[in-house]
């Protein structure tokens, strides 16, 4: 509702949101809505500061740190470990890169396009015997984590941990107990990537779930659940040579001599390991099941995209990767529901409002994205190279989605590859399990293409 009254363009840049604090702490937390005044929360840093996601970090694995986070000397290290990686990388495959950001580049892209390719084609290959036994296809977690699993082992490199933690094992059996329909087994890939999305998703529930405090039990959860992947990390930094050879931890490894002079090397690399894994694990997983859902869903009929046209213009091989580029980003936008947080510096009046230090400012990035100002027709499909793709966070300033690139490129692929293999039940509809995408209906198609 807040989101509503502030989409307004005579309403207040933040309103006041109560029912956000905690009634044990003085932070106040606003909350903000419009297309430009989300942007500008986001973009001006100067103002408004990302110390929350480190203070939250710190709280249940200390030392660790995502790039989203304050710009200071450590993050400067973790970037430029990222970038000289990135380089590496680009001149093993002979795709140097002159100009724009690597991560965005032609040659990156295209290479993670066949792989993801070959990842989707596998794991249909495998589901299609199930045309002939009529046993669905749970495009959750069939298809959707899995692929995001698989692409993150060959772009990062990290291999799931050799035991899978109690805590994991715990929250499976109590998945299994309260969902219909055939248990998650912890074995194979299927396991190997239910694993890992557990081992990420109580941690990033805390850091960007959390406005002002999170519960103790949240904590206790994300610390028990993350140490394990950080172990992994730890074990594959320390072994690069079992690592996929253009995967980011052999260039991370390859690398590192280039850093003399930086004492906590290996500390820094495993948070760059560490939140890549999990963006793509977690975030592309996620984002894959819901755009299918959304695509499957009657909301989605209104709005003028159904699950065949969206395959349909991802798999036209005469579409430019622009025009793919802004079909999932349209579909991200009516799909994504996310928020964002920030902290403000100092005291002193931001658009009119009166802000004190530490406020908390939280960002409706669902309501942005259907701000009529930025978007005409909010409500309707209508994919566009020009229209801003504010689910992915920062338009410009030093906190740009890294990963945008890699994760438009795997959508795209992914979705595209199901044409003639999988497709929907009728009436199908995603049903969740803690919070995460848990089940999506589809069968294989008894005429495979
Ligand atoms: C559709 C999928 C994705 C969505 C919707 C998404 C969304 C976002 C958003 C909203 C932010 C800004 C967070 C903030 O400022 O508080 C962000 C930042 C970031 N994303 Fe993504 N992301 C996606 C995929 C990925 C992937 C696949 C990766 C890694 C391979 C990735 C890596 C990052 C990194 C490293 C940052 C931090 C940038 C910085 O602060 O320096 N993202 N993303």
Redesign the pocket.
Known sequence: MAGRRLLDPAAPALERCVAAEDPKSAVRVFVAARHDVVSGV?CEEAVFS?RH?DDLLEQVLPGTR????ENDAA?QVR?RQLHTAQGWLDAERGKATTQGEPNMAPGFRSWVAAMAREEAAAILNVLRRRASTGEPVNFVRDYAFLIAWRMARR??GVPAPDAVPGMVRLMVFARNVMRPGPALRLKDELGDAAAMLLMQQALFGHV?GTVVNSKGWMRWLARKTATPALDAIDAALALPEVAPHDSLVSALAAVKPQFAGVEDYDLQARSVLF??TG??VL??GK?LSEMAAFACSPEGARAGIGWDRLVSLLADPGASQQAHDATINEA?RLT?G?R??RTVRSDGPWRGVDLQAGDRVVVL?DAASRDPAAFPDPGRFAPDPARPYI????LQG???????G???T??REAIAATQGRIAPVGNAQMALFAGLPDDLPFIASRRQI
């Open positions: 986001l990302l996601y995502y790039l989203v986070g993050r970037l772009i990062i960007f939140e890549l963006a793509l975030i592309v984002s991200l994504g996310s964002l947080t990035i689910t992915s966070g920062p030093p906190h740009l989605c890294y990963g945008r890699i994760a438009w795997i959508l």
